[in-house]
Nanobody, 126 residues
Framework: QVQLVESGGGLVQAGGSLRLSCATS????????MGWFRQAPGKEREFVAA????????VYADSVKGRFTISRDNAKNTVYLQMNSLKPEDTAVYYC???????????????????WGQGTRVTVSS
């Protein structure tokens, strides 16, 4: 069992930045691909970014490409999402997720992931 705890959400003005963190339990963090998803009110959960086990591969949703950066520190069992140039449409609850995966796998579908955090809310004001 893997437990995920997100932090770093909050209220920010458009154009601002936030850095989300997702701390995980357990000793096998490096065996998991990690992803970030978000869910806005009244909308389905959508993919944001994913990173492979040793950070060799990353993938982003088109809507965040060039603005968001996913990274991980396997020594700290933590994955990050640096969010720059935030827009009001980025407002959502952000979730991190973990999937036991092959070395270079970067899954993008929510149903592919095995474990989820409780989410952290991001609000971007215009």
């Amino acid at each position: 069992q893997v437990q995920l705890v997100e932090s770093g959400g909050g209220l920010v003005q458009a154009g601002g930045s936030l850095r989300l963190s997702c701390a995980t339990s357990g000793r096998t963090f490096s065996s998991y691909a990690m992803g970030w998803f978000r869910q806005a009110p009244g909308k389905e959960r959508e993919f944001v970014a994913a990173i492979s086990r040793r950070a060799g591969s990353t993938v982003y949703a088109d809507s965040v490409k060039g603005r968001f950066t996913i990274s991980r520190d396997n020594a700290k069992n933590t994955v990050y999402l640096q969010m720059n140039s935030l827009k009001p449409e980025d407002t959502a609850v952000y979730y991190c997720a973990a999937k036991s995966a092959t070395l270079n796998s970067v899954p993008t579908g929510p149903t592919e992931y095995d474990y989820w955090g409780q989410g952290t809310r991001v609000t971007v004001s215009s």
